[in-house]
Every structure is written in C-alpha cells, then in structure tokens.
Nanobody, 114 residues
Framework: QVQLVESGGGLVQPGGSLRLSCAASGFTFSDYGMSWYRQAPGQERELVAHITSAGGRGSYVDSVKGRFTISRDNDKNTVYLQMNSLKPEDTAVYYC???????WGQGTQVTVSS
C-alpha cells in the first residue's frame, strides 16, 4: 500500500533552516508529482510546494517563494523541502502528499521560535 513517512521537523530559531524529507513506498514514485502542505493551529491546511514527476524548480505559495525549495530523488523515492530564512509564521505541521493516490503522510512539526 502507499505509504509516506516524513522526517526532519523540529524547533529552530527565526532565520534558521530545516530540511524535511518524505520517504515514499508502495507505488512507482518517479511517475507522480508530489506536494508539501502545512497546517498551523486554527488554520486550514495549505499547499506550500509542488514538484512534478520529472522534478525541476517546483511551484510555491507566495509566502515561501525564495526561501523554500522542493526537490526529489527518484532513486531514493524521497521528496524534500529545504526551508531557509524561517519565520515564526512558518510554524505548522508539515505534510507530504501524493495527490494521485490522495495519500497523506503523518506530518512533522516545525516550530520557529526564539
């Protein structure tokens, strides 16, 4: 079955960096686009970044453009989210999503605070 397992969250000071990873299994990873979403307390879940099956630059919500980078390694069946210049408003649970399969990972907490 399709499984997505995120890792890499944690507590970081404003201006710091984190890299999230999402390991996928149960499907031919290289054939499908992948996304990262986030949900802050009391907020709706929002799309942060998307990458096509072929890779490339990805697409981003305006609030993270220039700070976050989505990438993938099809040999490792893994999608990444590199987050730089983190702000307190980036605090949220971050989820990996395989849209074709409508499958979510379990989420990983990112907290940006001094």
């Amino acid at each position: 079955q399709v499984q997505l397992v995120e890792s890499g969250g944690g507590l970081v000071q404003p201006g710091g960096s984190l890299r999230l990873s999402c390991a996928a299994s149960g499907f031919t990873f290289s054939d499908y686009g992948m996304s990262w979403y986030r949900q802050a307390p009391g907020q709706e879940r929002e799309l942060v970044a998307h990458i096509t099956s072929a890779g490339g630059r990805g697409s981003y919500v305006d609030s993270v453009k220039g700070r976050f980078t989505i990438s993938r390694d099809n040999d490792k069946n893994t999608v990444y989210l590199q987050m730089n210049s983190l702000k307190p408003e980036d605090t949220a649970v971050y989820y990996c999503y395989a849209g074709y399969w409508k499958k979510w990972g379990q989420g990983t907490q990112v907290t940006v605070s001094s």
